[in-house]
């Protein structure tokens, strides 16, 4: 599968922006186990924009600048290889496949191959295709960073968390603000294809 310049650029962009986004955020949070970001929105967009290995690429991208130490990760130390032994690094480490699967999934089972969405649909079904590939999106990166936190509260901090405590503690106070932000997503990247097609 190759990657064009364009999309290497528009890879590099999202990159860009999901470290920007995470700065300014983290600015205004108080300090929780996962704090609500904008990371996901961006991962959302750059899905529905990109192809697979370049949506996947900007999401990389992202994890190895905050790897190598640069701070843009959401919570203390911000970035590092440390930054693995936090019980929320699993949600960024979904980013990746998230980003590559719900591509995947809106252009070759959904149907929107490039931006010739139009000729199948009207807005309506654009929006939700554009939701559920971002619905499966959303799913990926929750099956990768429930467990981790699992695994890294349990056995590596030593707390005694069970199944339903990471629920409660990873999923619930945070789905609704991501089922929020896939609409969000759908909408931004539905009128981006629009004026492609203008």
């Known amino acids: 599968m190759r990657i064009s ?51 996947s690429l900007s ?17 203390p130390p911000y970035g590092g290889p440390a930054y693995v032994l936090l019980p929320s690094f699993g949600f960024l480490l979904g980013f990746p496949l998230a980003a590559y699967l719900q591509s995947w999934f809106l252009r070759h089972v959904l149907g929107k191959q490039h931006y010739h969405a139009y000729a199948t649909g009207g807005k309506a079904s654009i929006l ?7 619905l499966l999106g959303i799913i990926i990166y929750y099956l990768l960073g429930l467990p981790y936190m699992y695994l890294i509260l349990n056995f590596y901090l030593g707390h005694t968390v069970n199944v339903g405590q990471i629920i409660k503690l990873g999923f619930l106070p ?6 929020i932000k896939i609409a969000i997503a759908a909408i931004i990247a539905e009128q981006f294809c629009r004026r492609m097609e203008t």
């Open 5 to 55: 310049t364009r999309e290497m650029v528009l890879a590099a962009m999202f990159a860009a922006l999901l470290c920007v986004l995470t700065i300014l955020v983290r600015a205004f949070q108080p300090l929780m186990v996962i704090p609500f970001s904008l990371q996901p929105l961006v991962m959302l967009l750059a899905a529905l924009l990109l192809s697979p290995l370049a949506a």
């Open 59 to 75: 999401m990389l991208a992202y994890l190895l600048l905050g790897l190598i130490g640069l701070p843009v990760f959401s919570v």
């Open 128 to 134: 939700l295709k554009f939701s559920l590939s971002g």
């Open 174 to 179: 945070f789905v609704f603000f991501d089922l």
